[in-house]
C-alpha cells in the first residue's frame, strides 16, 4: 500500500517562508511525477507546482519567482520552499505522486490528506 505523508504547514504572516515536504512509502517501483496542489477556502483544488522524475518543473503563474519545488528521487521525497508568502496562499496543500507500485502493474494516482497553510496579513 502507498502512503504519502505532508508536513511542514502552519501559520505565518504575510512575507515569511514555510517549506513542505511529503513523503511517498510503500510498494513502489518508480515515480514519475511528483506534485503540490492546493485548494483555498470555497475554491477548487489546483496545480501548484510539478517536478518529474527527469527534473522537469511547472508552476502555477501564482506562485513562480516565490515557490521552489524539488525532489529527491533516491529517498521518494518532494519539497515546497514557499516564500514571500500572501494571505492569497492560503490554502490546504496536498502531495500528489503518479506511481508505479509495481513493474508490470500501470502507474496511479496517489495523494496525500493535506496540510494546512494560513497566511495572516
Known amino acids: 500500500q502507498v502512503q504519502l505523508v505532508e508536513s511542514g504547514g502552519g501559520l505565518v504572516q504575510a512575507g515569511g517562508s514555510l517549506r513542505l515536504s511529503c513523503a511517498a512509502s510503500?510498494?513502489?517501483?518508480?515515480?514519475?511525477?511528483m506534485a503540490w496542489y492546493r485548494q483555498a477556502p470555497g475554491k477548487q483544488r489546483v496545480l501548484v507546482a510539478r517536478i518529474t522524475s527527469g527534473g522537469s518543473i511547472n508552476y502555477a503563474d501564482s506562485v513562480k519567482g516565490r515557490f521552489i519545488i524539488s525532489r529527491d528521487n533516491a529517498k521518494n521525497t518532494v519539497s515546497l520552499q514557499m516564500n514571500s508568502l500572501k494571505p492569497e496562499d492560503t490554502a490546504v496543500y496536498s502531495c500528489?505522486?503518479?506511481?508505479?507500485?509495481?513493474?508490470?502493474?500501470?502507474?496511479?494516482?496517489?495523494w496525500g490528506k493535506g496540510t494546512l497553510v494560513t497566511v495572516s496579513s
Open positions: 510503500g510498494s513502489i517501483f518508480s515515480i514519475n511525477v
Open positions: 500528489y505522486a503518479e506511481i508505479r507500485p509495481f513493474q508490470l502493474i500501470p502507474s496511479k494516482d496517489y
